[in-house]
């Protein structure tokens, strides 16, 4: 797992340099359709990210101490923050398309949709990761002794929060 | 605990990040300061929560490494478009 952690980072990493650069090239165009993005959810959306990763921790932590149900009730929690990123961005994404914005539209959209969406996905794949996590958490699959699964979905999930904390300055605030 | 501390700590830099956001500031130091932040919330995010401060220093240096070197692209990419 830490083999595609780490290629998955190396994937963001590209993306934040390549949008870094064309930035470079175009600042007025990108500073001014910056403006055009809601802060808040992106800042709350980051606040779930890091709740939703304490949340991991905890379940980890959980399991280390034997206590398999409180580890799968972390999960679950983690799991619902994960939901509720993906009803805000998915509410964002709505108000984007709804006033007929696209990846064709210029040259930040075209960044900004790819860059979020490509994270979206992220997100969805670590729900359903965590979602597996917990199941076998359930049938007892995990215990004091034998955890390797909840700690390599939590860092997976971490990873998710990590690259979020990186887009969120970079796409809806420096300027 | 001290994950809890460790979490409002960076529900905290996230805020300030908002802030800086909302009452427009820009330029040079405001990146620089954004920058620093979003380091010091990845190194806990890669230390505390992904535990790697546990394990082989290969992984936490490999994993800071890629922090820190796309935070300098970031960096030399605004300061290329200033």
Known sequence: ?175 | MKIAILWLLLVGLTLLTWWAGQVGYSGQWLVVALLISVFTKGHFIIADFMALREVSPLWRILVHGWLVLVLCLIYLAYWVGM
């Not at chain 1, 799991?79 to 994404?93: D, H, N, P, Q």
Request: glycine fraction near 8%; charged fraction near 10%.
């Open chain 1, 1 to 175: 797992m830490w083999i595609f952690i780490l290629a998955e980072l190396l994937v963001f990493a590209i993306f934040f340099t390549s949008y870094a650069f064309a930035r470079s090239g175009n600042v007025a165009l990108f500073n001014h359709y910056q403006q055009t993005l809601n802060r808040d959810i992106g800042a709350a959306n980051t606040l779930i990210l890091l709740t939703g990763s304490l949340f991991v921790v905890l379940a980890v932590q959980a399991i280390k101490a034997g206590k398999v149900s409180l580890c799968r009730n972390w999960l679950l929690a983690s799991i619902g923050s994960g939901a509720l990123f993906v009803i805000l961005k998915g509410i964002e994404f709505a108000d984007k398309f709804g006033q007929g914005i696209s990846l064709s539209t210029n040259t930040f959209y075209m960044f900004y949709l790819s860059l979020t969406f490509f994270h979206f996905m992220h997100v969805i794949l670590g729900m359903i990761i965590l979602a597996a996590v917990a199941w076998k958490a359930q049938a007892g699959d995990y215990s004091a002794a034998e955890h390797t699964g909840v700690e390599t979905g939590a860092s997976y999930w971490h990873m998710v929060d990590l690259v979020w904390i990186v887009l969120f300055p970079l796409v809806y605030v420096i300027r």
